[in-house]
DNA sequence: AAATGCGTTCGGTATTGGTGAACACATTTA
DNA sequence: TAAATGTGTTCACCAATACCGAACGCATTT
């Protein structure tokens, strides 16, 4: 957890720390979280009052919970990235054409974070949400996010990290990371093989604005079990690569103003 | 707007009215937030560095955004409701199988919100997205959890409600809602015939948990156009009545701790 | 009937959020 | 080239307020 006293305005940091505690608990009292912030109860029910009146917080009996208000904020902050719409109803198509759980990620800040999962057929993939932060170097959709970058923004990206996220199948240091990329750009499509989840594979092809600008990836995620060695090397990322596109010539229709 | 100014944290309703501005304004500067809400710069600039370290607020240039970690939030909010779960595989078989969308709703405080919707193969229903507000009362989802609940807690809800919402085709007083709303009971079922979208129909069952409370309800959203009276009052009720049940068994099994 | 749990209310005070002016930097205008 | 305008940012001052701790009301438990 962030240390939320480093801020300007120290009332605003109480109140995410009271919020956040009330997710770590699944929902609490005002004297459980007094006691575990070490703060006053009054002060706790002054903050607690506030988000309940803002819509942020709902309070039942004694307990208080977070409220949908995130969901509805959240499905805005998601529509603001227009690969969203250019992309959910291809998301559908290619988890239906494949058989596999399906998504989009987009870079926000320095983490890389799921906007739309769809679940496939085959419902034993892991259970990825809309707003989960993947990991950059263990993942389909991180690497091809990070090939796809410039130079320096990827520095500052891997900048300290430490390559141990995943089940250690993956890279072990920069250079080795460094070369596949290459390969993830002339290729134009990047896979995990059994990087990020045992037994689970993922293959992701990133998305260009009309600028040249990346703008996400779309991915695809399923089990080894089953799984043909032409199916995952050809028949699979033809179906990607092919979704990319369509939301490429989607995503150019509307950033230039539709069917130029 | 709500008025920040009237709970006891200020300096939190300070900076959820940024939020708000930041949404509705779709980014905005500093500069540009302190004219709208006539505020110094200074305090923006502390509020949005306060909220951009916490990580509620992406910068990007001299735009300040709301971040996806609303939808990180929203979806963990959304967890909380056990009829998620439950209902969101049901909901794309529902889908699939009446090729129309469908979703689910619950009731958070005084409003009905969508906690899932998918849209279906006809896709020219309204575009519903989780965390929106559903009517009370020209809603089928709505009309449903309103007949589901005690007579104390409906009228805590209706209080002051004045039946202006949607086409103009619904009830236009309290007495022809509660009078619909019997039916409702003892059909099972409610309905919407255009009384929210224009040319568009909805179909909704409540859903009860072990203790006979109210979970929420699973709806079915369609458009009229091509649609057959047996069509809207035999297959497609039939569908979502089967779904409700399927759901109520999931319920059940999670609620008394797996297959009793 | 006493004791313990809960959330809530209240006054006092040290902390701090807010202001407005000055600043650095970029872009636009003259 | 120089001035003017537009950003976001920094700073010192002061009134406003977030916080504390004790008291309170109300359940439930002992």
Known sequence: ??????????????????????IERNGAGVTEIADVLDR???SVHNHLETLTG???VIKDGYDYRVSL?????GSYARSQYPLYAAGVSEVAQ????SGCSAGLAVLEGDSVVCLHHRLGPDTDTPRVEAGDRLPLDCTAAGKAILAALGEARRDELLAGHTFDSGTGQSHSSRSELDAELGTVR?????????????D???IAAAVEGVDGELRGAIYLLTATEGLSGKRFQQDLP??????????????RESETGCRE
């Not at 002339?186 to 045992?198: I, K, M, Q």
């Open 1 to 22: 957890m962030v240390d939320v006293s480093e801020f300007p305005v120290t009332a605003t940091g109480t109140s995410v720390q009271i919020l956040e505690t009330l």
């Open 40 to 42: 006053s109860k009054s």
């Open 54 to 56: 803002l819509g942020f």
């Open 69 to 73: 208000r995130f969901l509805t904020i």
């Open 94 to 97: 290619l988890s239906t054409a």
């Open 186 to 198: 002339t290729r134009g499509l990047a896979v995990d093989r059994e990087e990020w989840y045992p």
């Open 200 to 202: 689970q594979r993922g």
């Open 238 to 251: 033809g179906l990607v690569i092919s979704s990319a596109n369509s939301i490429r010539n989607t995503l």
